[in-house]
């Protein structure tokens, strides 16, 4: 979790002795500073087994396996020499497509695909709109066995795209690509290349339109049948007017047990992922309790999670009971958490806490957002979360408001199946 501006901006204004410190500043970028994620998704995975969060929109799924087509076969030659700037192309001229196409949702850039001067990208781009596909929907490929290990196509996907791409596709394609490619100094732009080209436009329309294709992700993409049948529960929940995503998995729950289907097979791991979030919740929260109490005595900190502690020690003790001996480090680590605030004070909870937080930032080679000093919690960047706010979640018992797989399923199975769309 990153720190907001207001956060940036409190460091940048502390009277250094020196100079700056860069690796102190550096913090501010760190994700997951608490190390929760790899254990709700060792669990969430359970229901969802390929999509990771940033993953909201088919097409990007289809514009990875074209690319990847495309890099092996009519564009090998190329994409042999330097596959990954190859890629980084294709992406832009994928997603110019997308944002320009009447009725098309975008993945990424909204800001730079419609830029005054005219999108445009070069080999080396490090912005998320030519590397989004890349870093965040390849993964989904390869978990669904889309692409297997050496980046190989699925055989059927691979015919599915043969059948919608043309040589005339290929030949407005290639020139600039290699233009390019040859000359770092160069950019492409995907504007001039599509409007030249109405065999290329549809091309692409064919491939995001191609019902083999879409067939395939039908199968794969999702999961088993209790996996898309359970997407198909999520999509509906998201479609609910008003949402209320704090109780998504209350309601997945709830729609299981009033009209059983194939998805009630998930029923125990819906139950895991409960246990599992309240405890994460009340992880998080504290961390960002010590980080709103800079310079502030550690046992006040503890004062604030006494009223709680029954409800906050129960709740640690069912996400211990997650785990057995064969668990992962970072299960093991969390769960040695959860047994300190279980059989423990808040005072020691949060001891252990900063401890393992500190340990966190060794492995990484990063800077300790949270230490204690003479009793005292030191907390270099300030609050992340205004004080009240943290309060009131820590006696609230808000369930975690976290869209990391089950809205992400919903989003892609409307788009699959075109259900309630």
């Known amino acids: 979790m990153s720190s907001n501006a207001g956060s940036v901006e409190t460091v940048i204004g502390l009277p250094f002795f020196t100079a700056p410190d860069p690796a102190l500043v550096r913090a501010t970028s760190v994700r997951d500073p608490v190390g929760v994620l790899?254990?709700?998704?060792?669990?969430?995975?359970?229901?969802?087994?390929?999509?990771?969060?940033?993953?909201?929109?088919?097409?990007?799924?289809?514009?990875?396996l074209l690319i990847h087509w495309l890099t092996q076969n009519p564009l090998k030659d190329l994409a042999d020499r330097k596959f990954r700037a190859c890629f980084r192309l294709l992406e832009g001229m994928l997603e110019y497509y997308l944002w320009a196409e009447p009725g098309k949702l975008h993945c990424y850039?909204?800001?730079?695909?419609?830029?005054?001067?005219?999108?445009?990208?070069?080999?080396?781009?490090?912005?998320?709109?030519?590397?989004?596909?890349?870093?965040?929907?390849?993964?989904?490929?390869?978990?669904?066995?889309?692409?297997?290990?050496?980046?190989?196509?699925?055989?059927?996907?691979?015919?599915?795209?043969?059948?919608?791409?043309?040589?005339?596709?290929?030949?407005?394609?290639k020139p600039d690509f290699q233009r390019v490619l040859e000359d770092s100094r160069l950019s492409y732009r995907p504007q001039e290349v599509l409007a030249a080209s109405e065999p290329l436009r549809a091309a692409l329309r064919k491939v995001l339109a191609s019902e083999p294709l879409t067939k395939v992700l039908q199968v794969r993409l999702l999961g088993n049948a209790a996996?898309?049948?359970?997407?198909?529960?999520?999509?509906?929940?998201?479609?609910?007017?008003?949402?209320?995503?704090?109780?998504?998995?209350?309601?997945?729950?709830?729609?299981l047990q009033d009209a059983p289907d194939a998805a009630s097979a998930l029923l125990p791991s819906?139950?895991?992922?409960?246990d599992c979030e309240q405890f994460l919740v009340v992880l998080q929260d504290s961390f960002d309790l010590l980080r709103a109490l800079d310079r502030h005595?550690?046992?006040?900190?503890?004062?604030?999670?006494?009223?709680?502690?029954?409800?906050?020690?129960?709740?640690?003790e069912r996400f211990v009971a997650l785990f057995d001996a064969n668990a992962s480090e970072r299960d093991g680590q969390i769960a040695l958490l959860a047994g300190h605030l279980a059989q423990g004070s808040p005072l020691s909870f949060l001891q252990e806490l900063v401890g393992h937080l500190q340990r966190l930032v060794r492995e990484r080679g990063a800077e300790p957002l949270l230490?204690?000093?003479?009793?005292?919690?030191?907390?270099?960047?300030?609050?992340?979360?205004?004080?009240?706010?943290?309060?009131?979640?820590?006696?609230?018992?808000?369930?975690?408001?976290?869209?990391?797989?089950?809205?992400?399923?919903?989003?892609?199975?409307?788009?699959?199946?075109?259900?309630?769309?």
């Open 109 to 173: 850039g909204t800001r730079a695909l419609g830029s005054p001067g005219g999108f445009q990208v070069n080999t080396r781009d490090a912005s998320t709109v030519v590397n989004g596909l890349y870093q965040y929907y390849s993964g989904s490929c390869r978990r669904a066995g889309l692409l297997d290990g050496e980046w190989n196509l699925a055989p059927e996907v691979a015919i599915a795209l043969k059948q919608c791409w043309s040589a005339a596709a290929t030949q407005a394609l």
């Open 38 to 64: 790899p254990v709700w998704s060792g669990i969430g995975r359970e229901l969802v087994p390929n999509l990771a969060s940033g993953v909201s929109i088919l097409d990007g799924i289809k514009g990875v």
């Open 270 to 274: 819906l139950t895991r992922v409960a």
């Open 227 to 255: 996996q898309v049948a359970l997407a198909r529960h999520c999509a509906a929940i998201r479609g609910q007017k008003p949402p209320s995503p704090d109780r998504f998995v209350a309601q997945l729950a709830q729609r």
């Open 297 to 316: 005595p550690l046992d006040h900190a503890a004062a604030f999670l006494e009223p709680q502690h029954a409800a906050h020690k129960a709740k640690a």
């Open 371 to 421: 230490a204690i000093e003479e009793g005292r919690v030191v907390s270099p960047l300030g609050e992340d979360r205004k004080l009240p706010e943290v309060r009131q979640r820590l006696a609230g018992g808000t369930p975690w408001i976290n869209g990391y797989y089950l809205a992400t399923a919903g989003t892609i199975h409307t788009q699959l199946f075109k259900e309630g769309a």
